[in-house]
């Protein structure tokens, strides 16, 4: 019979099995291969997942034998942009009458096909490039006052978000791209030559990528 006491596994007597293990590897009770399966064992993570299964081996004498769960690999989406919508009515409508972006501020960065609105939700889509010109990050926001959503592309590199590329040694890094749009149309003068990104997230990631 087993039971969990904190995170020790201890069998009837109180005695603790990781305990009882680590004293066989010490005092020398156990065989030269017995000892060295029982370092690893006691080196290995006992997570909730796979506890039962070690107690299980440990109790019945199989010799040591490491039980583990199969990995789960996890599938990543391949990057997509949304699809555009044919007109930007909402995105402009949200950004410089909402918003306050300023209007030259704002064409500019549309003109470079790094702002659109997508077809199916109206977001606002600010995309990220890499050096090669391709896309390579998206963060959508909601253009709906009353609905703040906001997200990145699933497949998106946060070390490509939001940015602009300058020539100064200017940078400037921000949470979020309305962020970083306001404080351009703030300081309007001479703002093409300084560089600038929106991390999209609370990775700095793209402070690598552009140094």
Request: glycine share 6%; proline share 4%.
């Amino acid at each position: 019979m087993v039971r969990k006491s904190g995170n020790q596994v201890q069998n009837t007597n109180g005695l603790t099995v990781r305990k009882r293990l680590q004293s066989e590897v010490t005092f020398g009770i156990i065989s030269t291969n017995r000892k060295a399966e029982m370092q690893l064992i006691l080196s290995a993570d006992f997570t909730t997942r796979t506890m039962p299964k070690r107690w299980k081996c440990f109790l019945n004498n199989c010799g040591g034998q490491i039980i583990t769960s199969p990995s789960i690999e996890k599938s990543h989406k391949p990057f997509e942009l949304p699809p555009r919508n044919d007109r930007m009515s909402r995105v402009f409508s949200y950004l410089l009458l909402t918003r306050g972006i300023d209007k030259d501020v704002l064409f500019e960065f549309v003109r470079k096909k790094m702002i659109y609105e997508s077809a199916y939700y109206h977001n606002a889509v600010f995309v990220g490039y890499d050096s090669s010109g391709k896309p390579r990050h998206a963060h959508k926001r909601g253009t709906v006052t009353s609905n703040s959503y906001k997200g990145n592309v699933a497949g998106s590199q946060p070390e490509f978000s939001f940015h602009w590329h300058g020539t100064s040694d200017k940078m400037f890094l921000f949470e979020a791209p309305i962020d970083m749009l306001s404080y351009i149309s703030m300081h309007k003068e001479n703002w093409k030559k300084h560089s600038y990104a929106a991390s999209c997230s609370v990775s700095d990631r793209v402070l690598f990528s552009m140094s």
